[in-house]
């Protein structure tokens, strides 16, 4: 007698563990689930077998082959699409002319295969449906017999009020070939959707045999994990490779070189697949480990399996969950019920990944990070939700309705009942979609919302600086990666989210701590349509109208599609200027649109040389930071910009404190002194430096990135005001802006990033602190070494794992000798922590 194993399905609903295998090949105690399908088809003398194939064939091909080794005769069949499971078999016919068994490759069972074929026998069947008792039929199709096993009737998927039996299909059949007059040839056909009752219609021989003994579809995950509890409890009869050991009281299994050095932490049943290592004082409990895996000391594992290949660190604890291959658990992680980490996944140290989350393959979670969700898309889940002030993920993938509407709820939760919060986004569809589910997780914390709808940045910040609002955020669509979404945290103020407010939201979001409002106090969303023409006031009144009217400019700005070509060419009207408009086209249901900005910016420079405008400027779609190309065409770099603002600034006779990062140019320093201004280094953090510039003794923040805030006016960065004030400087000037630039002095200003892993920053900050013991150093933020005029400045990066160099000096060759030194030094600093 023949049997066809059925193991071409795809393994949706038992995702993520089917990452890099098909179902049938999953490891069950270290042999994959369609082995034991094959040992139990041997135990009744089925030996030739026809296995089905479509998804990831090659995968059973190459461990079954021929069969030889397993004492059976293998033919395999694949259709060319994906036929059914009755269509599947049809396409195997010419292997089939006599009775056969038809079985899932991915059950349990060990039911008695004799007495079904038997029973087939005995009853003269066309087909005979292998039937079992469950608690819970409503998932199965039910399958009604009478008397004589005869089956009347099939219920898919029933209703308690129509559940007459509890008797249900378990996808083993006893088939004649006759049959195959049935199933069309090149169709998708299925046997219990389509060939059954069609048989049951024609009132063939078509019988229902009761199995008595085990049986399980592993269907999902967890289905999987309670078979393996089923099988600790003696439930279940199944081979296992690995040898028993002679401990009293315990069910102890060893494979081949495997290193144990201690037993007495192992209870229950304990599989250790060959040329693994268990060190040190463990706790195990019923939990299989797979071949060349590492467990650490202190690692505690109760009804937990371990797959090939996998590494679980110190003090590590795994409960009621499965480590597919290739997997690193971190020191101290934990792993509560129900947990999935799929294949070459690397959990961190102290991560906590919390009850029936499931990760995808090949993904890092980051050390300390608390993992509450699914990760299906992405690579990283970050140990801190926030970097900085802004949340950042993929769109609808990391940054999803539920997230958004749960992070909503835990911001709205850090704030007092019944207070506002002020909402805006880009032009981005996302950002509209997940604006509004955040939204919603204020209202339910009892905040209510003041919504303006799509509008810039600055505009946002500019309405919190007065009164009404408790904090505000904006969403929008990140510049670097179009695919990503940045939800932008802002407090009363206008100001970035400081760390203390981040990781007080953070607490909440985790522990899932979440006030409910009372069903009669939720928040209410008010839309909020005139902080345009507030702006509007406040913008011109901080500007010499008069002065800029008398000047006709024109300038020529490229918005990059951004809400701000809604409002700043008619400011700019209003001052005298003539606007001639790039991109200024919005599009709600296009949102920003990915234009290069090298592209745009030469396509700027040529625009304003051929119009002779004075000016052009990129504005970023966020509208903080600008991009200069003087009067000449040339694309002036940041450090150009912020030198020529200084500049500018000081031939006007502004007076005060002027706020720049530590890595800023010294010539900040030179031409502020000269007309007896102050400089003030600040960290380089954006919060850091909007706290700066609300001192009021401040004039100017510029940033080393082309962003600027003028206090007067706001103490955040605005690159529309920006734009209008440095038109205004140069007006005072009474020289073109390309003059200008030619007076500012020049040094050589270079910088690079290096790799670093996070676990090593701390070292190299040592090191870097002990190289520059006898050395003039500052630590403001990162070390900065001083020789003379000349100075380098290490500063590890606060959310990505790299360091940053910047060297200046009186001339190139200079800046690039300090440059490479540092480097190097970083780069052996690195090899010697290794």
């Known amino acids: 007698m023949k049997a066809v194993i059925m193991a071409g ?32 088809l041997k135990k009744y003398d089925i030996t030739e077998l026809v296995m089905l194939l479509y998804h990831q064939p090659f995968y059973i091909k190459n461990f079954f082959r021929d069969g030889s ?6 033919t395999y069949v694949t259709p060319i699409a994906d036929m059914g499971t009755a269509g599947a078999v ?85 088939l004649e070939p006759e049959i195959f007059k049935y199933i069309p040839a090149g169709e998708n056909f299925d046997f219990s959707q389509d060939l059954f009752p069609l048989m049951l219609k024609k009132k063939e021989a078509l019988f229902g045999v009761t199995a008595k003994g085990y049986w399980r579809d592993i269907g999902n995950t967890d ?132 009850a029936d989350v499931k990760i995808w393959p090949k993904k890092t979670i980051e050390a300390g990070a608390t993992v509450t969700s699914n990760m299906i898309w992405g690579e990283k889940w970050k140990k801190a939700l926030f970097e900085g002030a802004i949340i950042k993920g993929l769109s609808n993938m990391e940054l999803t309705p539920e997230f958004c509407a749960k992070m909503g709820c835990a911001y ?7 207070s506002f919060v002020l909402g805006g986004r880009d032009s981005n569809p996302s950002s509209r979609m997940l604006k509004r589910c955040f939204m919603g997780g204020l209202l339910s914390a009892g905040v ?17 600086k007065t009164f009404g609002e408790v904090g505000g955020v904006h969403f929008r669509q990140a510049q670097d990666d179009p695919a990503l979404l940045e939800i932008v945290f802002l407090d009363g103020d206008g100001l970035d989210f400081s760390s203390g407010m981040g990781k007080n939201v953070e607490r909440t979001f985790f522990k899932e701590n979440f006030r409910r409002a009372h069903h009669t106090e939720p928040g209410v969303i008010t839309d909020i349509n005139n902080v345009g023409d507030f702006y509007r006031e406040g913008f011109l009144r901080s500007l010499d109208r008069e002065l800029l009217k008398k000047s006709t400019f024109t300038v ?31 599009d709600e249901g296009k949102g920003v649109q990915a234009k290069a900005k090298e592209i745009a910016l030469n396509q700027l420079s040529t625009i304003v040389s051929s119009l002779g405008a004075q000016a052009g400027f990129w504005l970023d779609p966020s509208a903080e930071a600008i991009t200069l190309v003087d009067d000449t065409g040339k694309i002036c770099t940041s450090i150009e910009l912020l030198s020529l603002t200084v500049s500018l600034l000081m031939k006007a006779g502004q007076k005060g404190t002027i706020a720049v990062p530590v890595q800023a140019p010294s010539t900040i320093e030179q031409m502020a002194e000269q007309k007896g201004c102050l400089v003030v280094r600040t960290k380089s953090s954006d919060r ?11 004039v100017l923040t510029g940033t080393t990135d082309g962003r600027f805030a003028f206090p007067r006016f706001q103490a955040t960065f605005d690159g529309m005001f920006a734009i209008a004030k440095l038109m205004e400087l140069s007006a005072v000037s009474g020289v073109t802006l390309s003059q200008s630039l030619l007076e500012i002095p020049r040094t050589a200003f270079l910088q690079t990033s290096l790799p670093c892993p996070w676990e090593m920053k701390g070292g190299i900050m040592r090191k870097m602190s002990e190289d520059s013991l006898d050395k003039e150093a500052t630590f403001i933020d990162g070390i900065k070494v001083h020789f003379g005029a000349d100075w380098v400045l290490i500063l590890p990066d606060q959310y990505l794992p790299v360091t940053h160099i910047v060297a200046e000096a009186r001339d190139h060759k200079s800046a690039q000798k300090l440059l490479n030194e540092y480097e190097k030094k970083i780069v052996a600093w690195k090899k010697e922590m290794v």
Request: glycine share 8%.
């Open 9 to 40: 399905g795809f393994g949706t609903r038992i995702q993520p563990l089917t990452g890099s295998m098909p179902k049938p090949m999953i490891p069950l105690f270290n042999r994959p689930i369609m082995l034991h399908i094959v040992e139990l």
């Open 69 to 74: 080794d397993f004492g059976v005769k293998i």
């Open 90 to 174: 049809k396409a195997a016919e010419k292997y089939l002319d006599k009775r056969f068994l038809v079985i899932s490759g991915d059950l349990l069972t060990d039911f008695n295969l004799k007495k079904i074929v038997e029973f087939h026998d005995d009853r003269k069947a066309k087909a005979t449906i292998t039937l079992t008792s469950v608690k819970d039929p409503l998932q199965f199709g039910v399958v009604i017999t009478d008397k004589e096993k005869r089956i009347t009737q099939f219920l898919e998927k029933p209703g308690w009020g129509e559940v007459i039996s509890d008797t249900i299909n378990t996808g083993i059949y006893v």
């Open 223 to 354: 289905s999987y994990r309670e078979a393996y509890y089923d099988i600790f409890k003696g439930r279940v009869n199944l081979k296992i490779d690995e040898p028993k050991q002679d401990f009293v009281g315990k069910d102890l299994r060893i494979g081949v070189d495997v290193r144990l050095e201690k037993s007495a932490g192992l209870e229950g049943t304990v599989v250790i697949g060959d040329n693994s290592q268990v060190l040190g004082d463990v706790r195990i409990k019923d939990s299989v480990i797979g071949r060349n895996c590492t467990i650490e000391a202190g690692v505690r594992l109760n009804r937990s399996v371990i797959w090939d290949n996998s590494y679980i660190k110190k003090g590590a604890r795994i409960t009621d969950s499965v480590v597919c291959a290739n997997v690193r658990i971190g020191q101290g992680a934990t792993l509560e019920e129900g947990v999935i980490v799929a294949d070459e996944t690397s959990v961190g140290d102290e991560a906590v990944i919390k």
């Open 412 to 418: 709205g939760t850090s704030l007092p009942k019944g």
């Open 448 to 464: 209510n919302v003041r919504d303006m709808k799509m509008t810039s940045l600055p505009l946002v910040r500019y309405k919190l």
């Open 556 to 586: 020529v700005v490229d918005f990059s599609f951004s809400p701000a070509s809604q409002s700043l060419p008619q400011l700019l009207n209003e001052l005298g200027f003539s606007v001639i408009a790039l991109n200024a086209y919005v």
């Open 688 to 698: 850091a430096m909007q706290e700066v510039a609300s001192s009021s003794e401040i």
